[in-house]
C-alpha cells in the first residue's frame, strides 16, 4: 500500500474524529498545521520528520505558554498516525516543560465597563450588511459576556436553537473539551436578547447563527478580538482582553457571597 499524502492523513483523521462524534473545532489548528508545512522551502507533499521537528521549533514571537499550546494541539494527530496508521518511522519530539502563566487578568472598574458598552452603542455607519450586523452583534455579545461569564469561543458558536428567550435557558453545546452545560441568564440580559433576536429577524430571516457574520456563518474569535478593541480603546487606556469578562463575571460573583465561615467554601464546590 503506497504511503498517503499528509493531505490525506489530515482528512483521514477528520473522518476518525467525525466518527468518534469528536468536535470539528480542533482541525482548524490540525491543517493550520498542514499549510504551514507544505509552504515550507522544498515541502514535500508527504509528512516528513523535518516538518515536524520545525513545527516543535519555538518561535521569536512566542511565549513558553503559547508554544506548548500550539505543540498540544498537534500532537493527538501525530499519536493518531504513528500509532493507529503504523508511521513509526515518525517520532514526536519531546515537550518543553510546563511554565506557569504569570499573566494577572485585567480588573474592570465600573467605569471602565460603561466606557466599554458606551462605545459599543455608539457604533454607526450603517450601511452595508456587515456594518448593520456589527452595529447589532457588538453591543449585545459583550453584555452577554460580561453577564454570564461563558467563554468568547461559546458565544461566537451559540446558535438559536441554544437559547430559550422565554425562560433565559441558554444550552452551551460548542465549548472548551466537551463538558456541556446549561446557564440561566439575569432577566435584563434575557430581554436584551429577546429584543436583539427580533430586530435580527427583520434583518436575516431565517438564521441558525445567534450572532452570524454576512454568511450566516460564526463569527471568527479575530473579529471578536477586533471589535473588543476598537470599542475598549476608545475611551479606555489599560490593557485588557475580551476574555477576561469571565474572569469579572467570576470574581463579582465571588465578592457578592455572604462571608459567614464555611458557607463560601461550599458555593465553590
Not at 515550507?40 to 516528513?48: A, R
Not at 459583550?142 to 436553537?161: K, P
Not at 433576536?197 to 474569535?221: C, E, H, N, T, W
Request: aromatic share 12%; charged share 25%.
Amino acid at each position: 500500500m503506497p504511503a498517503m499524502t499528509f493531505a490525506e492523513l489530515v482528512e483521514m483523521y477528520a473522518s476518525y474524529r467525525r466518527a468518534c462524534g469528536m468536535k470539528e473545532r480542533p482541525m482548524q489548528d490540525i491543517r493550520y498545521f498542514f499549510n504551514a508545512c507544505v509552504r515550507m522551502p522544498g515541502g514535500s507533499p508527504y509528512l516528513t520528520q523535518e516538518m515536524i521537528d520545525w513545527w516543535w521549533e519555538k518561535r521569536r514571537s512566542e511565549i513558553a505558554v503559547t508554544h506548548r499550546a500550539r505543540l498540544n494541539k498537534v500532537r493527538p494527530f501525530l499519536e493518531y498516525i504513528i500509532v493507529r496508521m503504523g508511521y513509526a518511522h515518525l517520532t514526536i519530539p519531546k515537550m518543553p516543560p510546563y511554565v506557569e502563566s504569570n499573566s494577572i487578568p485585567h480588573y474592570f472598574t465600573q467605569l471602565e465597563l460603561r466606557n466599554l458598552f458606551m462605545a459599543c452603542d455608539e457604533i454607526s455607519h450603517c450601511r452595508t450588511l456587515e456594518q448593520k450586523l456589527r452595529k447589532m452583534e457588538v453591543p449585545v455579545i459583550f453584555r452577554l459576556l460580561y453577564s454570564s461569564g461563558i467563554r468568547c469561543v461559546e458565544a461566537r458558536l451559540l446558535d438559536r436553537s441554544d437559547i430559550a428567550l422565554k425562560t433565559g435557558v441558554v444550552k452551551i453545546t460548542k465549548t472548551k473539551g466537551y463538558r456541556e452545560r446549561i446557564i440561566v441568564l439575569h432577566d435584563t440580559m434575557r430581554e436584551i436578547l429577546v429584543m436583539y433576536d427580533s430586530a435580527m429577524d427583520s434583518l436575516m430571516p431565517g438564521r441558525q447563527v445567534f450572532f452570524p457574520d454576512i454568511r450566516g456563518g460564526y463569527r471568527k474569535d479575530k473579529w471578536l478580538e477586533a471589535q473588543f478593541r476598537e470599542c475598549w480603546y476608545k475611551y479606555n487606556t489599560e490593557t485588557a482582553y475580551p476574555r477576561e469578562l469571565r474572569h469579572q463575571y467570576a470574581i463579582e460573583n465571588i465578592n457578592s457571597w455572604p462571608n459567614r465561615g464555611y458557607e463560601t467554601n461550599e458555593q465553590l464546590i
